[in-house]
């Protein structure tokens, strides 16, 4: 298997045999291999898969039988990590508040190698039959004569609820996509953690349901919750929280918790080996741990601390000035892709894929392949209003960069020459900001080309942007049609080489 260079692999492969690099007869024995393979598997002598036993029959995929024992593992494999005051499970009959970004999003519960590569831009409407987890509690609760509202953004002001359902968790990835440079859930954007808190300063308890594929350090959002469940990737059947986490419908335990934990919880986001029987092992909460209804799941204040962030590294010139990389296939640690228009200005783009196309009507950012699968990204602006993309974290000080006549480098190629007018803006707190027109030197570069642009950090610092606290430094906004692909954005040392715009 070769994933990342199967072009390369295939044209020289083909030159090889070819030039007789290669033996022919070599390449016979390697497709003879496959074959024999597929032949003992009885692959080619079975007949065509539509004329086979059960051919056709495609009401059998996703039989309720099958579904229910996918329900049962969704309820079995359930971890509860903390419940304070046995707020859990919930009376059926309560008024729920059902929120956050992975309620209703059945991809996101299902997570990478789910449909495509990565497992995103998927909708509920790819998944005929399943059940998110937002419809389970809807229909667990209202069967019980409760009441559930799903509250995306959650500016509710009706009736105080009993209790907030708050799901939450990783967005899905595969390989590349979803490495990480630190255990920490999600650094770059804790608006979970601001939403809970929200919820509880109203006097509404939360329940939050993680999902994830993988170790992650949460604290802050388990100090945030009253209770939190581990609940994985519970994929179609999303019913199968709700058994869990609400009682009978005459009181009492529904289903209890099973899950145990089948590795050890990180007590601090750098415990990066954390093994059974390690002289140092301390983790949170330890392999397999798991609450039942009957433990006392009450849990201290956690501590957060955590090290001071820094952008990382990616080379050094001879003066020994650091590029500072923050897109390079994947958003460095910290930063976040937005995009916006007139409706909403501030979408979040997970990593650049996945819900934008839905959300704003303006520009869609997506990943596309340069060299490798989904290390660039597409942003197409439709030319229907104003709309931006940008990429933003915490302000960073660029003072010292700017002084040493550093750049804003991207690698880009121009799909579709805009039409017309495109700024480059870099922001330090909107309306903060300082920007130039870039629509020239879009326009006058060869379409289908990738390129190497340098802006000058002087040239945004003369146009208004205060360089000690850039909390964007990469923003491009128009209202006319335009594509353009980009692989990397980094602080860089001035190449004279580049392409280089001027102020």
């Not at 000080?397 to 480098?409: H, I, K, N, P, V």
């Amino acid at each position: 298997m070769v994933p990342e260079d199967w072009r390369a692999l295939h044209r020289n492969t083909l030159r090889q045999v070819r030039s007789g690099a290669i033996p022919e007869e070599r390449l016979d024995d390697a497709v003879r291999r496959i074959l024999r393979v597929k032949a003992r598997a009885g692959l080619l002598d079975s007949g065509r898969p539509s004329e086979r036993a059960l051919g056709g029959r495609f009401e059998l995929l996703g039989a309720p039988e099958h579904r229910e024992v996918a329900r049962q593992a969704v309820r079995e494999s359930l971890v509860l990590l903390k419940n304070d005051d046995g707020l859990l499970p919930l009376p059926p009959t309560s008024l729920v508040l059902v929120a956050g970004p992975a309620a209703d999003d059945i991809g996101r519960q299902s997570g990478g190698w789910t449909l495509t590569w990565q497992g995103t831009e998927n909708t509920n409407d790819d998944f005929p039959g399943a059940t998110s987890i937002w419809t389970g509690i809807e229909r667990t609760v209202e069967a019980a004569g409760g009441r559930a509202v799903l509250c995306q953004g959650c500016a509710y002001s009706g009736e105080l609820p009993d209790a907030a359902i708050y799901v939450t968790g990783e967005t899905p990835y595969a390989e590349g996509q979803g490495d990480v440079t630190s255990l920490e859930y999600s650094p770059a954007d804790k608006s979970d953690v601001e939403l809970m808190g929200r919820l509880r300063a109203a006097g509404i308890p939360v329940v939050t349901i993680f999902l994830s594929g993988r170790p992650l350090w949460t604290n802050p959002e388990i100090n945030a919750s009253d209770a939190f469940v581990a609940a994985w990737l519970p994929g179609s059947e999303g019913g199968g929280v709700a058994d869990v986490i609400f009682g009978a419908a005459g009181g009492g335990v529904a289903h209890d918790f099973q899950g145990k934990l089948s590795f050890s919880w990180p007590r601090s986001l750098d415990q990066t080996i954390l093994n059974v029987g390690d002289p140092d092992y301390d983790p949170l909460f330890a392999y397999g741990y798991g609450l039942t209804y009957a433990d006392d799941g009450d849990l201290p204040e956690l501590d957060e601390t955590r090290p001071a962030g820094t952008m990382p590294v990616r080379t050094t010139d001879a003066r020994g000035t650091a590029d500072r990389v923050l897109f390079d296939g994947r958003t460095a640690e910290g930063w976040q892709f937005y995009v916006g228009d007139e409706a909403d200005w501030r979408v979040t783009a997970p990593d650049g894929r996945g819900e934008t196309r839905r959300r704003v009507s303006g520009v869609v950012l997506s990943a596309v392949d340069r060299n490798v699968q989904e290390d660039a990204r597409k942003a197409e602006w439709r030319g229907r209003n104003p709309a931006q993309i940008y990429l933003q974290s915490s302000p960073i000080d660029l003072r010292a960069e700017a002084a040493d006549g550093m750049t804003l480098e991207i690698d880009f190629l121009v799909e579709q020459a805009p039409a017309g007018r495109v700024q480059m803006r870099m922001d330090c707190g909107y309306p903060c900001t300082g920007g130039l027109l870039v629509s020239p030197i879009f326009a006058g570069v060869p379409e289908g080309a990738w390129d190497t642009l340098q802006i000058p950090l002087s040239c945004f610092e003369n146009s208004g942007a205060e360089m000690d606290r850039i909390d964007t430094p990469f923003l491009i906004t128009t209202d006319r049609p335009f594509t353009l692909r980009f692989s990397r954005i980094a602080i860089a040392p001035a190449d004279p080489a580049a392409l280089t715009a001027g102020c």
